[in-house]
């Protein structure tokens, strides 16, 4: 009798204290008005914050997942802007999506020519020419293969 009369007590203790931490619910409170102009205060508190959110509103998700997509790749290796196209596309992006995504990066094709060109011969011999081939084989231009085998040193 003396067990059962513990783990009551026990019990009620318990469902007290768990009562007591449980936190109070929130009271309406009458004729409180929030303004645009508050809200927008307290919101962004910075102008380039702002600006960025403002644009990516202004994208379809699809949108932004391509342009998130070519920025990804375009920060772990080279590419041509139709070979960046290409790989969009390959990952399931339409080519209006694809050529989106990689337009909205702005990238400099003559710098992601030499950059290209400078990873193939970390990596593997080649001949100024073969090295202009390949580029061109990879999507640039003949202007920007021969710029980026240029600044590769061949």
Do not use: C
Not at 31 to 42: C, F, G, H, P
Not at 113 to 135: C, D, T
């Amino acid at each position: 009798m003396k067990k059962i009369l513990v783990s009551v007590s026990t019990a009620f203790i318990a469902l007290g204290l768990i009562g007591t931490a449980a936190p109070a619910q929130a009271q309406p409170v009458a004729n409180s008005t929030v303004t645009a102009a508050s809200y927008t205060t307290a919101s962004y508190t910075t102008a380039s914050y702002a600006t960025a959110s403002y644009a990516a509103a202004k994208e379809s998700v699809a949108q932004q997942n391509a342009r998130r997509m070519a920025a990804s790749y375009l920060k772990y290796s080279a590419f041509s802007r139709s070979g960046l196209i290409g790989q969009l596309k390959y990952e399931g992006f339409s080519t209006r999506l694809a050529t989106y995504g990689v337009d909205k990066q702005h990238a400099n094709w003559n710098k992601q020519a030499a950059k290209k060109a400078k990873e193939y011969l970390k990596y593997q011999a080649f001949s100024r020419s073969g090295l202009i081939a390949q580029l061109e084989y990879e999507g640039f231009t003949t202007a920007q293969a021969k710029y980026g085998v240029k600044k590769a040193g061949l």
